[in-house]
């Protein structure tokens, strides 16, 4: 059952407290993984096979599965399966390969002309969660933007099976990508290994991709500690919805329980017009949790989980503005009147018939996006998260008497003479 709390009861403070998330408070998580980035660091390959025995129940003899492996494992699953997999494949192509966009350049005063070009960031590592579901469908998520950005190197790590291989689903989208290499680590190790590279892994510019605690709090950590970058925070999973008298209940459980599902620490909050809709959908919930095979993990998220009842439906996009979900679903039949209000999400789902697992699967859009409010401050994952945009400018004679006399009294005024000079010494000459 979701606890129910009333919006306008509700004082600031407890406010504040229902839309932050559980971040390690205790720094437990933060020990744990400091502790494994600088095994990593100094022990290399001997070290990840430890956590892989550790963590993963499983002896390695060679940390990576090649080529001849992954069509091996790739063959194994069903025609059906390759199918929707290739389909997925195409819709998340056709919508990410729109993203690259070339830029005009400008010529901000006569003779000087400034643009912009696009450049892949050359080696870059996806993180694929493999702990309590295996997530093929990240392997695309990450892999196609990162193949249509152009990135020369993709190094891909995700958790081994007890049997030292990865599944056949991986496998497949490993093909489709054209990718011949899967690394057998999980983690924060993971995420440490490709930060400063190992005897069997390399180093990477750029780390992507989602994971539990220990996984994000490990890219974290890594950005503060080497000149490698991250994509975003992409923890525990969570979803908003929105429902009003037009909603179903049974649809409005169905896609609270898709996220609950994904494990203990995921998060389902409903913002309904009233007490009546939330009764309705927890009903639903009692009745539809019972047959779900991870309905353990799935009643656990469930319990910190929680409904707010609001006066009206601009009422629940504030809250939900506030909580800065990383799905957020309106369904409502005034959801084209609501889009325009909605300041903070990873991801918006619209209207009753667009559930959120098409999204996570297969519409097209990503399914890598901020969670723990960083929506109010970061985007999904795209093509743009695989590249870099270089300025470029250059002045001809015409330009630098333009630009000239603005550029030397600008340093002269902050001290820097050197800068003057560099200005002074070409304009003398022309
Ligand atoms: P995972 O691959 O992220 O983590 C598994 C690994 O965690 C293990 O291999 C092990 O190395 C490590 N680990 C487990 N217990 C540990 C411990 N006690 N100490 C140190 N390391 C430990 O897989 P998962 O656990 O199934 O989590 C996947 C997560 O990804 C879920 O939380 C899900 O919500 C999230 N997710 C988020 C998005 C997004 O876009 N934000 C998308 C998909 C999934």
Redesign the pocket.
């Known amino acids: 059952m979701l606890k129910k709390y009333d919006y306008q009861s509700l004082k600031e403070e407890e406010r504040q407290q229902l839309v932050a998330r559980n971040t390690d408070p205790n720094n437990a998580i933060q020990d ?2 400091q502790d ?1 980035i600088q095994k990593v660091r100094i022990q290399g390959d001997t070290v990840l096979r430890e ?2 025995e550790k ?2 129940k499983v002896q390695l003899d060679k940390l990576f599965l090649d080529a001849d492996d992954i069509d091996e494992l790739a063959a194994t699953i069903q025609r059906d399966q390759q199918r929707a997999l290739e389909i997925a494949f195409q819709n998340i192509h056709r919508f990410h390969s729109t993203q690259l966009k070339r830029e005009r350049t400008v010529e901000t005063m006569p003779g000087v002309k400034c643009w912009r070009e696009i450049r892949p960031i050359e080696k870059v590592g996806l ?7 295996v ?1 093929p469908s ?1 392997l695309l998520m990450l892999g196609i933007p990162a193949r249509i950005a152009g990135c020369k190197e993709i190094v891909v790590c ?2 081994p099976q007890s049997n030292g291989k990865i599944n056949g689903f991986v496998a497949y989208c490993l093909k489709l990508l054209n990718i011949k290499r899967i690394y057998l680590v ?5 995420v440490a290994a490709m930060a400063f590279g190992t005897q069997s892994i390399p180093k990477v510019d750029k780390i992507f991709g ?6 994000t709090k490990a890219k974290s950590i890594i950005q503060g500690l080497t000149n490698v970058s991250i994509d975003m925070p ?4 969570e979803v908003l919805v929105i429902a009003d008298e037009s909603a179903n209940p049974a649809f409005v459980a169905a896609d609270l329980l898709a996220q609950a599902e ?2 203990a ?2 998060q389902a909050v409903l913002v309904a017009t009233s007490t009546a809709i939330v009764d309705a959908v927890n009903t639903q919930i009692e009745t539809q949790l019972t047959v779900l095979p991870r309905k353990e993990l799935a009643s656990r998220a469930i319990e910190n989980s929680y409904a707010v009842t609001v006066g009206n439906l601009q009422e629940a996009i504030q809250f939900s503005n506030e909580y800065a979900p ?1 799905h957020l679903i309106l369904e409502t039949d005034q959801w084209e009147s609501l889009t325009r209000h909605i300041s903070n999400a ?1 991801s918006v789902f619209l209207g009753h018939l667009t559930p959120e697992s098409a999204g ?1 699967y297969a519409s097209g859009t990503n ?5 723990s409010g960083y929506a109010r401050s970061y985007s ?1 994952v795209s093509v743009d998260s695989f590249v870099k945009k270089i300025t470029f400018q250059h002045i001809n004679e015409t330009g630098l008497q333009q630009i000239g006399s603005t550029v030397e009294i600008l340093a002269e005024l902050e001290g820097l003479q050197a800068h003057k000079n560099a200005v002074s010494i070409r304009t003398e000459q022309v």
């Open positions: 744990v993984v494994i956590y892989a963590f993963d993180y694929i969660p493999g702990g309590s579901a997530l990240t995700s958790p999980g983690g924060a190790q993971a989602p994971g539990n605690q220990f996984v992409a923890g525990p999973s994904h494990g620490d995921s990383e990873g996570d399914h890598t996006l901020p969670t999904g």
